[in-house]
Structures are given as C-alpha cells and as structure tokens.
C-alpha cells in the first residue's frame, strides 16, 4: 500500500500564498506521476496540477496556471503545491493523488492512491 499524507494547508488572505506538501510512503514504483486535486463544499473534485516521476513534465488546470506550481524533491518522495495569488474561489480541501501509471492525467479515476486532504482557507 502507499501512504500519501498532505500537510501545508490553513487560513490566509486573498493574494497571499502558501505551499502544500505530499509525503508518499509505503510501496514504491519505478515510474509514477503525482497529481494535486481539490474539492470546494458541494462541488466535485477537480483537477489542479500534475507531474510525472522525472519532474519534466507538468499540467497545470486553466484556473491555476501562472499562480500554481507542482514540484518535487530529488528522492520523489515528496511532491509541493506552491500557491500564489491566492484567490477565495481557491478554497478547499487539497488532495494529492500517485497514478501508477506515469500519466499527467486530469481525471480523479486515473489515479490510484489518495490523500486524506488538508484544508485551504481564503479570506477576502
């Protein structure tokens, strides 16, 4: 089993930032991509940004681009979310996701091992 455990999550101010974390632990892989998604109070969840086990290659939804950025650290045991511009139409529960597959997809059923979320406060 993989563990993926988000941290980094709180309350801020409209154009302020804040930066995500996502420990993987548990199984490895050879290859894998991890992925950040978020889901606001009856909305359902949504695509925020990708990047595969190199760190090439990333995706970013429309809706984040220019404010957001995926990253990760040399051992690929962690993968950050940092936020700028912070926006209160960001607010919500953050997710990281591990597709065993490699892929920048953009859909939650492409991936096969969640987080349990942490949450994203933006005051106006």
């Known amino acids: 089993q993989v563990q993926l455990v988000e941290s980094g999550g709180g309350l801020v101010q409209a154009g302020g930032s804040l930066r995500l974390s996502c420990a993987a632990s548990g199984r490895t892989f050879r290859y894998y991509a991890m992925g950040w998604f978020r889901q606001a109070p009856g909305k359902e969840r949504e695509f925020v940004a990708a990047?595969?086990?190199?760190?090439?290659?990333?995706n970013y939804a429309d809706s984040v681009k220019g404010r957001f950025t995926i990253s990760g650290d040399n051992a690929k045991t962690t993968v950050y979310l940092q936020m700028n511009s912070l926006k209160p139409e960001d607010t919500a529960v953050y997710y990281c996701a591990l597709d065993v597959s490699n892929e920048l997809g953009t859909m939650a059923y492409e991936y096969d091992y969640w987080g349990q979320g942490t949450q994203v406060t933006v005051s106006s």
């Open positions: 990047i595969t086990w190199s760190g090439l290659n990333t």
